[in-house]
């Protein structure tokens, strides 16, 4: 991201995490880059970045989340922000192999983290799929 590209995506984190949850599909997102025609990794990463920041919004402590203390009511939360916008959040967390169990519609990513209390080794798998 460009420094203006940054500036735009902090406000729009900013106002769409500082406000209340909207309804289901009202806020219309568009993802436009004039250069590069976006494909499915690129969608995958731009709501990894949304889902990151919206994770240091409500849980960060000091620009980083420990995501072995998310609940799982902590990301009911921020999936009705996803959903807000059209998608839903699937996730599950793994100490010992990579899972994926996910609709097949799902975009989708692996995400090796180590948690900050004991160094444990965690596979934070996650997906992103239109709301239906």
């Known amino acids: 991201m460009n420094e203006l590209d940054e500036m735009e995506f902090q406000n729009f984190i900013l106002n769409l ?7 289901i ?9 004039p ?22 919004y409500f849980y960060g402590n000091n620009g980083k989340v420990d995501l072995a203390l998310i609940t799982e009511d902590n990301f009911k939360m921020i999936n009705q922000y996803f959903n807000s916008f059209g998608f839903t959040i699937y996730y599950n967390i793994s100490f010992d192999n990579p899972m994926k169990i996910f609709p097949e519609d799902t975009f989708e990513d692996i995400l090796t983290l180590r948690t ?15 709301y239906k």
């Open 35 to 56: 250069n590069k025609n976006l494909n499915n990794k690129d969608l995958v990463e731009i709501l990894m970045l949304i889902l990151a920041e919206g994770l240091k």
């Open 25 to 33: 599909k009202s806020i219309n997102l568009q993802f436009i880059n």
């Open 17 to 23: 995490f500082s406000k209340p949850i909207q309804p």
């Open 116 to 130: 900050m209390k004991d160094n444990r080794i965690i596979f934070f798998s996650i997906g992103f799929s239109l």
